[in-house]
């Protein structure tokens, strides 16, 4: 069975930094695409990042400069280094492996 936990969300001031974390349980970790995805109140989940087993990443273009995705494969754990946050950042941010397994979500505040 495989489950996602995230961590590392909470509230900060608009120009901090947050480090999420996703431990992922099971084991697909090594062979899975993963990524992270953001939700706002009313919206969809919007793709934010992903990360190949590889190493390989891609962006969506407002997270391109200032978010960074990668991997710990020993740990199975998914990192997302946010910096200069907005307030327009705000959501809860998920964690996916592969194209069927989400996390339950963690939710990060940006203050202005």
């Known amino acids: 069975q495989v489950q996602l936990r995230e961590s590392g969300g909470g509230t900060v001031q608009a120009g901090g930094s947050l480090r999420l974390s996703c431990v992922v349980y099971?084991?697909?970790?090594?062979?899975?695409?993963a990524s992270w995805y953001r939700q706002v109140p009313g919206g969809e989940r919007d793709f934010l990042a992903m990360?190949?087993?590889?190493?390989?990443?891609k962006y969506e273009d407002s997270a391109k400069d200032r978010f960074t995705i990668s991997r710990d494969n020993a740990r199975k754990t998914l990192y997302l280094e946010m910096k200069n946050l907005r307030v327009e950042d705000s959501g809860i941010y998920y964690c996916?492996?592969?194209?069927?397994?989400w996390g339950q979500g963690t939710q990060v505040t940006v203050s202005s």
């Open positions: 996916k492996m592969g194209v069927t397994y």
């Open positions: 099971g084991d697909l970790f090594g062979v899975n695409v």
């Open positions: 990360i190949t087993p590889g190493g390989n990443t």
